[in-house]
């Protein structure tokens, strides 16, 4: 048996090794089969658009023109409420469980959330950066959730993917942390990588609280001279 085909037969083995341990069920409403079912993904509750400074309701999510500045994305894109305790329960799945076939059902809701606000246009020159994790962060959880979603993203608007940001401290989890400490705690934590003079950016995460981490890597690549930069998460509160 050739090398990548023993290396498929294995990985299958393995997951169905786990599949019998750990059924596929929907988190939310406890049916087999997917870990978010078609039904639930339709009846999930979704997130109004709200600019990322001042967390106010925003046409498209655009940022106010009073709270744009260098050091802010230009607009914002969401799709669930963070705050939901079905929502919270998914996203908690995806980060820290390998449930890496989340990805594309979140994707799927990023992308409609997109095409609700009527972006899907506006967005066709845009590379999507995934939000790094930091070395001994990523050797840890062994995936990164941002970096899964952006591919997701990509290959689905046919859009290009970039790892154009790296994580140059290893922050505490943002989650943890009142707001003046956030800003502290994600100050000169990431550096840009690469040439991004003049580019449309799509910065992706997996969640924004107040907006920190994504404002601090907005006014970093506004620094290294970016056209323009939106950021795009799967929830948002
Ligand atoms: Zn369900
Ligand atoms: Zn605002």
Redesign the pocket.
Known sequence: MPYNQLLTTLKALGQAATDLVFPV???????EN?Y??????D?LPRQKQQCLVCQKPSPFGKTHPDCTSRNTVDGFVTSLPYSHPDVKKIITAFKFSFVDTLAGSLASLMIQAIRQQGLQDYFGKFTLIPVPLHPRRLKWRGFNQSQLLADKLASQLNLPAASGLIRTKNTKPQADLDRESRKTNITDAFAVAKEVTGQKILLVDDVATTGTTLNEIAKLLKQAHVGEVWAITAAHG
């Open positions: 069920s929907c988190l939310v409403c406890g049916r997917a978010l079912c078609a039904r639930c993904t009846s």
